[in-house]
Nanobody, 117 residues
């Protein structure tokens, strides 16, 4: 059974915004490092953002300044607010722990984000 469940993906126009969310029914996300990853068709999965248990936030250069990661503790949720989206952001977005992609044991279904006119 997948530990994390992603939601909130959809179709958005270039320049638009979208918020994707990550939650878990058996893990308290407040106390662990959570990363957001994405995989575009024909490309390898890449890490794009991370929120540490200390609340330190990290971003890949490709999304820095456009994306914001955060926690809603009351809902046991980690979100990724995506602004100024471009076609190059089209991908399936995943959340997982920890933030180092080589250390992730399993992946959920992800949520698809399509940026298109």
């Amino acid at each position: 059974q997948s530990q994390f469940v992603e939601s909130g993906g959809g179709l958005v126009q270039p320049g638009g915004s979208l918020r994707v969310s990550c939650t878990s029914t058996d893990t308290r996300l407040e106390y662990i490092d959570i990363g957001w990853f994405r995989q575009a068709p024909g490309k390898v999965r890449e890490g794009i953002s991370c929120i540490k248990s200390t609340d330190r936030r990290l971003y890949a250069d490709s999304v820095n300044g456009r994306f914001t990661i955060g926690r809603v503790r009351a809902k046991n949720t980690v979100y990724l607010q995506m602004n100024s989206l471009s076609v190059e952001d089209t991908a399936v977005y995943y959340c997982a722990s920890p933030c180092q992609i080589a250390e992730v044991d399993s992946w959920g279904q992800g949520t698809q984000v399509i940026v298109s006119t």
